[in-house]
């Protein structure tokens, strides 16, 4: 009995927290080049160079993808994970991690508008999938998925700076209504020890900027639901959007493609620049949450903002390019907070930036309870959990069957997939 636990507690937490720092310590590589190098030099250099910078990116993306993949490369990372999950033939080859790494840096190093999370996800299940396909006698009567769900928490955990929310993540993004609950132990495993791999580089900070507590009335509630509405037939709205424009660049020659949408990015970013006075639509956008936070704005501006960043997501999209739409749709849901927070007269509008950053993600991805742990996790704010799950919920059920990502399964009531368990 005794051989029998420790040989369980290796498969469930020994071996995922050994994966989950491999992932982490890969995705604080990543990190560095784009976010400690690449990044600040664009956002630093004359808004011209700013502005064709994408464009350049997208080119390189497109041009290592078709080349390196002979043309069965996508640009889809997240989508292969829960394609994977499903699929015990899909396969998760390791030789196609650098292409795809290289399409990222170029994209989101370069200013597209797309985040790291999203590859840091592929990157951690491409390395799970493939150390358990390889240990097979220490993992034998494993779920086939367990170090493939532990590195993907782990590369979100990384990223996000937030263990438990990746954790959750990785079983909750797999289906619409239900959750891979028997997968939570080894996921909890490597989403924490990434998480610890990255910070031992990068040093314990809070993606979200803190903001002073205030107290739950009438009116943040108000907002808190409106939040939850804007966000359902918001996220309706962008999942049209991207899907439309994925279709279009899809049938559309390379070079057109590529033109056009540099042009449309390289607009955006003058406009978003002569309106707020920064390139707001530029890199994944963790700069723009922290102005919709930071102090309140004119409700027309942030408007604007939010339509030019949810355009520059799906021209990003649209036009080829590699990363996540994690940290996007966190930025878009801090825009839609802040104009909640406004229409509601809440006292304290940041807060409900806060919670619309939950809640926008949420919505795109079908994942509440994931929404609800990042706005507690990522501000360091337990309280804030309370008006997130208003939020979280009423933007899921408006959502309807729609999902920013086509290949999640429905799942039944009682929690169970639809899908037999293919191990």
Known sequence: MVLTVLRRTSQLVGLPAMTGAVVGLGAAGLFWVVNGVMLPAILGAPLAVGAIAPCVGLAVAVRVLDRRGRGRLTPATVDEYLLAFHEPDRALEMRELPSRMVATVATVGLGGAMGLEAPSVFMGSVVGNTVQRRLCRPM????????????????????????????????????????????????????????????AVHGDTFL?????????????????????????????A??????RAITIGASAPSARRLAVAGLALASMAVLCDQASGSALTLGPGVGAIRWAISDPHPMALVAVVLALRLLAMAVTVGGGGAGGLTTPLLVGGALIGQIAGTLAGADNVSL???VGVGAFFA??????????AFVAEATGRPLFAVPAVLASVLGDLLMGNHSITLCQRLGRRDGKSLTPDPS
Request: one cysteine or more.
């Open 140 to 199: 034998e009567g494993c779920d086939r998925r367990v170090l493939m769900v532990a590195g993907a928490a782990a590369g979100g955990g990384a990223i996000l700076r937030a263990p438990l929310t990746a954790a959750l993540f990785a079983i909750e993004s797999p289906f619409q209504g239900a959750v891979a609950g028997r997968l939570l132990i080894p996921a909890l495993a490597g989403g924490f020890s990434g998480y610890l791999a990255f910070v």
């Open 208 to 236: 979200l900027p803190l903001v002073a507590g205030a107290g739950l009335g009438a009116r943040e509630l108000l907002a808190s639901a409106l939040i939850g509405v804007l966000a359902g037939l918001g996220g309706r």
């Open 238 to 243: 962008f999942v049209r959007l991207a899907m």
């Open 363 to 372: 919505a795109n991805y079908r994942v509440p309870l994931t929404g609800v």
């Open 352 to 354: 409900m930036a806060l």
